[in-house]
């Protein structure tokens, strides 16, 4: 079976830095793409950031382009997102999630019911 562990979450106040983690097992090969989403208390998942082909393609959702870096190990088959100038909007449970096909368009990547893999998620609080 698949298996997503996320790691890193915690709090942190308004302006600082978080980088969370997740750690993937149960691929035969190394997954095609990889995204962070993330969910608020009352509100929908959304979509964070994604990459893939082989890391070469990257999309961000606009709330936190320029502020947030997703980066890939495959060497250990691991997903980093760096998070920078933290705001209180950034609070929520953030979500690993991993697929093996290619999405048609680059927005798909950030749409949730995209992905099959998922990790239980990692609590990230800024407070003002």
């Known amino acids: 079976q698949v298996h997503l562990v996320e790691s890193g979450g915690g709090s942190v106040e308004v302006g600082g830095s978080l980088r969370l983690s997740c750690a993937t097992s149960?691929?035969?090969?190394?997954?095609?793409?990889m995204a962070w989403f993330r969910q608020a208390p009352g509100k929908d998942r959304e979509g964070v950031a994604a990459?893939?082909?082989?890391?070469?393609?990257?999309t961000y959702a606009s709330s936190v382009q320029g502020r947030f870096t997703i980066s890939q190990d495959n060497t250990h088959n691991t997903l980093d997102l760096r998070m920078n100038s933290l705001k209180p909007e950034d609070t929520a449970i953030y979500y690993c999630?991993?697929?093996?096909?290619?999405?048609?368009?680059?927005?798909?990547?950030?749409?949730?019911?995209?992905?099959?893999?998922w990790g239980q998620g990692t609590q990230v609080t800024v407070s003002s």
């Open positions: 149960g691929f035969t090969n190394s997954p095609y793409r």
């Open positions: 990459l893939w082909d082989g890391v070469g393609s990257t």
């Open positions: 999630a991993a697929g093996e096909t290619r999405l048609l368009d680059d927005d798909d990547y950030l749409d949730p019911i995209r992905w099959a893999y």
